[in-house]
Structure formats: structure tokens, C-alpha cells
């Protein structure tokens, strides 16, 4: 478990981190997202003690870190494991060589480093390429040896700062499935640094949004995209853009729980109120561990607005905005068309 209490961060005048309070429980992966300049290296570079905080605690499993020095110091950072965007593996070594330097660094005898680097290549799926040296490896695999180099002292937690960026899809996902497996596997505390909505939506349990060095906004990734209409619900799960509503209509942006919800909702609710409800975008996904729909439909001039959203509620939908549209002239000859205007 890591524990990160009023973290501060400041050069000179400059404060860069204001008063960060994150925990991830074992376990579990927590992920802190923000756009460009936010602070999220400096808070990786804080968390890995790599600088000192201008004040606050980074404590795991209950022992705070920064108060310590010297000799302490160095061995509370095997604490830590980080995983770096670029992995970060020195040229002239092979796989299996990068893998060892930690160990090696740390005066564990030859025996083990040798018993313990099989180990991690294996866990991370690279025995293969053991004496491979890293030009010779792909992205994905180059970040699969930082993985098995961040993990090489048993940490307790490891900390991920853009690991995945610049991967294409694919790779990515099978990183992302290598953490999960990790977390379920062997019980790993997983700390998520990143700008990508992708990677929190595919591994995260928990979310932070920091913005111009504070947390903004926090909770479970299934209850941000569940439960509110907030920034970040609607970074972590974008509408796909809608069609055109048939002239007149209004369009409604609704969510729910695809789970607790009846697949036929939209035929039901349209039945209960006497009308045909378009739909001009939809979008059903699993995300931290719940599966959350969210949808735009087009309500016909005349129906009882009232009386539908309470055959939404009923239904366990929740419904987020609504905009009053007026026709346009169709693209194509005999097509309708519409434009939201609010
Ligand atoms: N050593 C430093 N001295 C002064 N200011 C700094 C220092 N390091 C970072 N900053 C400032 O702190 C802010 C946050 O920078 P940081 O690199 O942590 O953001 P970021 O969220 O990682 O951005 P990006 O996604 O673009 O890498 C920026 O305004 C940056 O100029």
C-alpha cells in the first residue's frame, strides 16, 4: 500500500505539487492523469525519491520514506519499483543484463541474480530474448524487460510513468494485460502515471485527476464513469460523434449501468411513453470492472418530456444534458437533418 499525504513540490517560488493526497491499496492500480504541465513527472519523480518533497509523506505499508537518509534511504527506494516511458535500458547490455543491475547493485550474490532474472523474464514472457541486446528488441519488448528491471527487488509498489506512451495499440494492450497480471498474479501495488484515457479505462481501479499540480477530481474508475457527468467521467468514456436528428427533434445524452440496465430499454421506455426514440450514438464498455453505457437519443417534437425522463429514471438511466436543436437543410436531398444549437 503507498500513501501519499499534502505532498508538496516547489523550485524556488514555484510550487508545482500542492498538497497531493493519494492512496492505492494493495492490490490494486491507482492512476493519476492530467494534460501537459500538470505536474505528473514531478510527482513520479517525488514518489520514486528520486527528488525530495517540499514537504508531505510518501509512506509504504505505513513507513514514510522521506524521512529517511543515507544508507536508509537507498534501500527504502527498492521500495519502489519504476517503470520509465522510454524503459530506459542501457545499450551495451543484454535483457538479462539490465534485469540484473538492480540485483547486482544491491550485492545480491551471483546464484540468486541468476535464479531470480530467469524468474522475472519468465514472468514477463522475455526468457526468449534473455541475451538479446535492446536494439534488437521491439518497444513492447524493451518495456517488458523495464517492467521485469522495475520488479527485480520485490517491490512493493510499482510505479508506472508513461510506460505505454508512444507504444501503438496492440503493444499497449499487452502491457497493460502483463500489469493486470501482475496486480492479480502476485498482489502488486500499481501506481499509474499517464496523459492516456485508454490505459486508465483498461487497468486503473482507481482514478486521480491532477490539474495544475492538485487533485481535482478522484474515485473508482467504475463510479467516475458510472455515477457523474464530470470532466474526467467524460474524458474516460467519450461519446462517438452522433448522427444528424431527424428535423425538430432534441437530443438527450443519457448513462447507465449497462449491467443493472435491460438491454431493451430503448423499446420499453419508447412503448411506456407512446413514441420512437432514435438513436443517433452509443457506446457500451467495460471499464474498471463495471460495464457503463452512455447514449444520445433524439426525442420527437410533442412528447411529454416529463413523463420520459421518468420512464428513463425508472429504467436506471440517468440523464446528463439535453440540447434544443433546430432543422437544417438537409446534406442530401430528402434527408433530414438537425443541429444542436444548445
Ligand atoms: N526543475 C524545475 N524547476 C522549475 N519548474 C519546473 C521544474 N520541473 C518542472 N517544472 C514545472 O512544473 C510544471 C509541471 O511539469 P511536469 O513536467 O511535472 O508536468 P507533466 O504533467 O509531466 O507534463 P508533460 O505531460 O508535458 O510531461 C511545469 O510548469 C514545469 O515547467
Redesign the pocket.
Known amino acids: 500500500m503507498i500513501e501519499i499525504s499534502g505532498l508538496t513540490k516547489s ?2 517560488s ?1 510550487t ?1 505539487l500542492d498538497g497531493i493526497d493519494l492512496t492505492v491499496a494493495d492490490a490494486q492500480i491507482g492512476a493519476v492523469v ?12 517525488t514518489i520514486n525519491l528520486l527528488e525530495r518533497p517540499t514537504s508531505g509523506t510518501i509512506a509504504v505499508n505505513g513507513r514514510d520514506l522521506t524521512a529517511l537518509s543515507g544508507s536508509e534511504l537507498r534501500a527504502a527506494r527498492r521500495e519502489i519499483g519504476t517503470v520509465f516511458q522510454s524503459a530506459n535500458l542501457l545499450r551495451r547490455l543484454t535483457a538479462a543484463e539490465n534485469v540484473a543491475l538492480p540485483l547486482r547493485h544491491h550485492g545480491v550474490p551471483d546464484n540468486q541474480v541468476r535464479r531470480r532474472v530467469h524468474e522475472l523474464l519468465e514472468r514477463v514472457g522475455m526468457l526468449h530474448r534473455a541475451n538479446h541486446y535492446p536494439s534488437q528488441l521491439s518497444g513492447g519488448q524493451r518495456q517488458r524487460i523495464g517492467i521485469a528491471r522495475g520488479l527485480a527487488l520485490k517491490p512493493s509498489v510499482l510505479l508506472s510513468d ?1 510506460a505505454t506512451s508512444g507504444l501503438d495499440p496492440d503493444t499497449t494492450l499487452s502491457i497493460l494485460t502483463l500489469l493486470r497480471e501482475l496486480r492479480d498474479d502476485l498482489g502488486v501495488t500499481i501506481l499509474v502515471i499517464t ?1 492516456e484515457m485508454d490505459v486508465v479505462r483498461g487497468i486503473a481501479d482507481q482514478v486521480a485527476r ?1 490539474d495544475h ?1 492538485r487533485i481535482v477530481e478522484r474515485g473508482a474508475v467504475a463510479d467516475v464513469v458510472r455515477g457523474s457527468d464530470s470532466d474526467l467521467s467524460r474524458a474516460l468514456l467519450p461519446l462517438p460523434p452522433a448522427v444528424p436528428a431527424p428535423a425538430g427533434h432534441r437530443t438527450w445524452s443519457l448513462r447507465y449501468d449497462a449491467a443493472a440496465v435491460s438491454p431493451f430499454w430503448v423499446a420499453q421506455v419508447g412503448r411506456e411513453v407512446g413514441t420512437d426514440l432514435a438513436v443517433l450514438s452509443a457506446l457500451v464498455e467495460e471499464t474498471g470492472r463495471a460495464s457503463v453505457g452512455r447514449v444520445t437519443i433524439g426525442v420527437a417534437p410533442g412528447v411529454d418530456e416529463r413523463r420520459l425522463e421518468q420512464a428513463l429514471i425508472t429504467h436506471g438511466l440517468v440523464v446528463e444534458q439535453r440540447a434544443t436543436l433546430r432543422a437544417v437543410t438537409p446534406r442530401t436531398p430528402g434527408t433530414p437533418g438537425a443541429e444542436a444549437v444548445a
Open positions: 523550485y524556488g514555484t508545482v492530467g494534460p501537459s504541465g500538470a505536474g505528473k513527472s514531478t510527482l513520479a519523480r508513461e496523459h491532477l499540480g
